[in-house]
T-cell receptor
Framework: SQTIHQWPATLVQPVGSPLSLECTVE??????LYWYRQAAGRGLQLLFY??????ISSEVPQNLSASRPQDRQFILSSKKLLLSDSGFYLC????????????FGPGTRLTVL | GQQLNQSPQSMFIQEGEDVSMNCTSS?????WLWYKQDPGEGPVLLIA?????ELTSNGRLTAQFGITRKDSFLNISASIPSDVGIYFC????????????FGSGTQLTVLP
């Protein structure tokens, strides 16, 4: 069966520091991968998605970037965090098949101080 | 961008009551999905709908894909305390990226 992992689970970082969040999927090949941010427990905002290795699409202009160095690995990064980057970051995956369900990871709670 | 209007924003109900929430859009979607999120966790898929008019159940949950393809509703029958959480609808249009547009969520509180 497929599983999705995210780490770290929680992170507290000072303003201006770098960021790296990691997401890995097991049990599937060539998934679409997604990064979302959720503020205050409501509303999921799509940040990036990837349909293959090295292919990244950005949905909103921001202080963050994403990379997909391996088929089942998706990384969210920042060179200098802003206070507004605080939130709950969720990674999700879907398979390139007839169905469109997205399955979410457990999330990373980021607090920027 | 795409907007999904989800209502109500919050609900307080007594244990045992039925619950209904819905999502509407100005655009057509090919897929409707309903998720539940517990505090501090990722959303969990409850029901997926793929055809206009489709009515699908998952235990005490029933969801329907609206005939116009612009709306969907979720019903929960005989609510129990573990139903507490935030429920999200999500719609998907055609396209290889399979991006979803999410509603703003319905916070459900079940009172004993």
């Amino acid at each position: 069966s497929q599983t999705i992992h995210q780490w770290p689970a929680t992170l507290v970082q000072p303003v201006g520091s770098p960021l790296s969040l990691e997401c890995t999927v097991e049990g599937t090949s060539n998934p679409n991968l997604y990064w979302y941010r959720q503020a205050a427990g409501r509303g999921l905002q799509l940040l990036f998605y990837s349909v293959g290795i090295g292919q990244i699409s950005s949905e909103v202009p921001q202080n963050l970037s994403a990379s997909r160095p391996q088929d089942r690995q998706f990384i969210l990064s920042s060179k200098k965090l802003l206070l507004s980057d605080s939130g709950f970051y969720l990674c999700a995956w879907t398979v390139l098949a007839a169905y469109n369900e997205q399955f979410f990871g457990p999330g990373t709670r980021l607090t920027v101080l | 961008g795409q907007q999904l209007n989800q209502s109500p924003q919050s609900m307080f109900i007594q244990e045992g009551e039925d619950v209904s929430m819905n999502c509407t859009s100005s655009s057509i979607f090919n897929t409707w999905l309903w998720y539940k999120q517990d505090p501090g966790e990722g959303p969990v898929l409850l029901i997926a709908l793929y055809k206009a008019g489709e009515l699908t159940s998952n235990g005490r949950l029933t969801a329907q894909f609206g005939i116009t393809r612009k709306d969907s509703f979720l019903n929960i029958s005989a609510s129990i305390p573990s139903d507490v959480g935030i429920y999200f609808c999500a719609g998907q249009r055609s396209g290889s990226a399979r991006q979803l547009t999410f509603g703003s969520g319905t916070q459900l509180t079940v009172l004993p």
